[in-house]
């Protein structure tokens, strides 16, 4: 993760149907090791063993096309602001989580992202 990067794409979170089994999978394919957030999330562990590089997320919904990617933002009203001035349709209003908040969008052509910030 990247936090200190303003507006740099920072993490990929994979919506999953099995928690277990899919953490499973990429373990044992990939090495990847995980912060366990109580069954409800598992943070994936960057190769450098400092912060999280993605997550596998059960409240999500799997989607073919591809993970969400997460942006970081040291300004998560402005960057909102920015986003909808630039066209962008809010799909998640802002919204707290433990360590920081995030909202996620869809771009013109449809792709949906995150914005997050830390606490």
Do not use: C
């Not at 912060?35 to 409800?40: L, T």
């Not at 059960?58 to 402005?78: F, H, K």
């Amino acid at each position: 993760m990247t936090p200190d990067t303003h507006h740099a794409i920072s993490y990929v979170e994979l919506g999953v149907t099995d928690l277990d089994a899919t953490r499973a999978f990429y373990e044992s394919a990939f090495g990847w090791e995980f912060n366990d957030y109580g069954g409800a999330y598992a943070g994936i562990k960057a190769p450098t063993g400092n912060g999280e590089v993605g997550g596998l997320n059960p409240q999500a919904e799997p989607n073919a096309a591809g993970p969400l990617v997460l942006i970081y933002s040291t300004d998560l009203e402005a960057t909102l602001t920015a986003v909808t001035q630039a066209g962008g349709t809010i799909e998640v209003a802002p919204y707290d989580y433990p360590g920081g908040s995030r909202f996620e969008f869809v771009d013109p052509s449809g792709n949906r992202l995150g914005v997050f910030t830390q606490a």
